[in-house]
């Protein structure tokens, strides 16, 4: 599980239910829960989102909140190190012993990409075919990340859209003048709402899926030059150097060293 991700939900939670209660006291609390202003937020907000996706990916949408509690099984140095053996393998047996080498990997994507190679297909389609699912794969997350995206967008305006229905309602009756206060009050529970959906779940959960899709694609790419550098028989130091240029600076000392003591 990513404690990250919990614990940032639980935390900015905690901080907010910490001010309400410093400044308005425990008693305080239930002046910010009100069902018919959470109803017009979240109600609408979901529904504006229902009208901007098919049911699946609506669906899709909403189950992907699970993935931010994940850590992602992405590890590059390992697998440069993993694409390095098998440069190794390949340059003393030859490609066609990848063949054995791949029933071995759980990777499907570097499976597919090594029997591609096996089986004799030009470099230039290997790219393509790969670089496809590739693309295909960051459409799905993309769809996943858009759904948040468009939740989030919603959630402030359908706050805006209770406050001014409560605004609405206090304006035609203002015959009460001490009535005129907890009616606004009211009035914008639906923003604060609004700004808790987006701030609090929809942008921090659009963010962790944005951060976990560029680790997989770039996970991806190593794949994808690492194969076509096998393919075109390049020495294995020279391929583990062009896969490096992934890595950030301090990852790349970490690697140096390991070989070393190796």
């Excluded at 203002?174 to 929809?202: E, H």
């Amino acid at each position: 599980m990513d404690i990250a991700s919990l614990v940032g939900l639980i935390f900015g939670f905690s901080m907010m239910i910490f001010g309400i209660i410093s400044s308005a006291g425990l008693s305080g609390v239930s002046n910010y829960l009100d069902p018919p202003s959470a109803l017009i937020t979240f109600g609408g907000a979901i529904g504006a989102t229902l009208c901007s996706f098919n049911l699946q990916d609506f669906i899709a949408g909403l189950k992907s909140f699970t993935l931010i509690f994940k850590v992602p099984a992405i590890n590059t140095s390992d697998m440069i190190k993993k694409i390095i053996d098998l440069s190794n393998v390949a340059r003393k047996e030859g490609l066609l012993s990848l063949e054995e080498a791949a029933a071995e990997l759980d990777e499907p994507f570097l499976k597919k990409g090594i029997l591609l190679i096996v089986d004799g297909t030009d470099p230039d389609l290997v790219r393509a075919i790969m670089e496809t699912e590739l693309v295909s794969v960051e459409g799905r997350h993309k769809n996943l990340i858009g759904f948040w995206d468009v939740l989030g967008s919603m959630g402030p305006a359908w706050g805006m859209i209770g406050t001014l229905i409560g605004l609405v309602d206090m304006l035609n009756n203002m015959s009460d003048a001490s009535a005129i206060g907890p009616a606004m009050a009211v009035a914008l529970i639906t923003t604060l709402y609004g700004s808790i959906l987006a701030n609090w779940i929809c942008i921090p959960v659009s963010n962790k899926l944005k951060a976990d899709n560029a680790a997989e694609m770039m996970l991806k790419e190593v794949m994808i030059e690492g194969l076509l550098s096998i393919q075109a028989g390049e020495n294995p130091r020279v391929i583990e150097e062009k896969l490096k240029s992934f890595l950030a600076p301090k990852d790349r000392v970490g690697e140096e060293e390991a070989g070393g003591e190796e």
